[in-house]
Structures are given as C-alpha cells and as structure tokens.
C-alpha cells in the first residue's frame, strides 16, 4: 500500500463547476498538509498548506483534513479553464514531503 | 527574484556517461532535495540535504549522488546513467519544518 493515494484522474469539468480533489494516507505521523499545483512543463507550485486537522479558504480554494479518517480533499469552486492543470497533494511529518501521484484536471469552456 | 535554478532543462545522453544536473537557490533555505516525477508514480524524492555537507538518501537513491558544498548549491550527479533514469528531474528548496517548498523548472533527461 502506498503511503499516499490519489486517483490520477483525468478529471475534466465544464468552467463552472464545483471541483473536488481528495487523497488519503496511512502514515498518522503526518501532521503538515499541502496541495500543489504543476501546469505543464513546469515544476510543482504551493496552492494551500495547513497545518493538522480542519478547514482553510483561499479565495475559490478550500482544502479540508481529516486526521481521524487520513483523508484530505481540495475543492475549487467556479474552476476555471486556467485551472486546468495536474493537482499533487503533499504531506509531511516534519521534514520529508510526501507526494501523490497528482490528479490531471481539465477544465472545458 | 525568489527561485529555484535547474541546468539544463533538457538532457540527452548515453549510458555510462557521467553527467551532473546543478541546483542553486536564492532564498537562503537549510533543506533542499531532488525528485524524479514519472507517470503515475508522482513525485519520488531521490535525496535530500538539511544543511551544509548533511545529505541523506530519499526513497529512490540507487544510482545518483548529491553534494552540498554550499548552502545554495545542490548538484545531482549520475556516475554511469542508464535508461531507467530516463525521467524528469524536480530540485526543491525551503525552510526546515515547512511543507512550503519551492521547485526549479525541471530537467527532462533521456538516457539511450
């Protein structure tokens, strides 16, 4: 079993939609969660971080954690076609990130 | 400008000969580390460095080697490349205890 998972997708929405992007994990060590982002041809960039369990909002982006259940989820609400892109969920116990595979998202106009 | 620097962006090269992919950061950060990004594997991390001349092995080590000579250096050296390190390369950068890392653009290597 891989420490984290997450589906790989395609995910492709209409622009306008509500998207939600989850992942679940083993290690109950980690206690730093992160979502990044990586559009193509370029290297991975920090879209949400938090910090144990609960909910954070940025702007059109919630990124939600359940330390009980190991499972945390990234919505993005009104998504846009710029948010066409691969979203790679990230966590830590202290130092060492661990990663997903990234789930590709495409959002249609 | 805060970033990560990765040369080149892209490599091909033969097997067996060495080749080093370099790393420099501005941002004054202790950790730094490499990855290799394949798909549907996600992001692996191949070694990584705390500080100055303190490096250690990641999950994927087998066949690369690191230095950190300087605390905005980071190279990435393959002795004798061979095909299954045909992958792209991600280095990346942050403070300690922080999940805020900053990535170079990436290096696409092919290994025939």
């Known amino acids: 079993q891989k420490e984290v998972e997450q589906d790989p997708g395609p995910l492709s929405v209409p622009e306008g939609a509500i998207v939600s992007l989850n992942c679940t994990y083993s290690?109950?060590?980690?206690?730093?969660f992160m979502w990044y982002r990586q559009y193509s041809r370029k290297g991975p960039e920090l879209l949400m971080y938090?910090?144990?369990?609960g909910n954070k909002e940025d702007g059109r982006f919630t990124a939600q954690v359940d330390k009980s259940s190991k499972y945390i989820s990234l919505f993005i609400r009104d998504s846009q076609p710029s948010d066409s892109a691969t979203y790679l969920c990230?966590?830590?116990?202290?130092?060492?990130?661990?990663f997903g595979a990234g789930t590709r998202l495409t959002v249609k106009p | 400008e805060a970033q990560v620097t990765q040369n080149p962006r892209y490599l091909i090269t033969v097997t067996g000969k060495k080749l080093t992919v370099t790393c420099s950061q501005n941002?004054?950060?202790?950790?730094m580390s490499w990855y290799r990004q394949d798909p549907g594997l996600g992001l692996r991390q191949i070694y990584y460095?705390?500080?100055?001349?303190?490096?250690d092995k990641g999950d994927v080590p087998e066949g690369y080697k690191v230095s950190r000579k300087e605390k905005r250096n980071f190279p990435l050296i393959l002795e004798s490349p061979s095909p299954n390190q045909t992958s792209l390369y991600f280095c990346?950068?942050?403070?300690?205890?922080?999940?805020?890392?900053?990535f170079g653009q990436g290096t696409r290597l092919t290994v025939v």
């Open positions: 460095s705390m500080n100055v001349e303190v490096t």
């Open positions: 990346a950068s942050s403070f300690l205890g922080t999940g805020e890392a900053f």
């Open positions: 990230a966590m830590m116990p202290n130092n060492d990130m661990r």
């Open positions: 938090t910090y144990s369990s």
């Open positions: 941002m004054n950060h202790e950790y």
């Open positions: 290690n109950s060590a980690f206690q730093y």
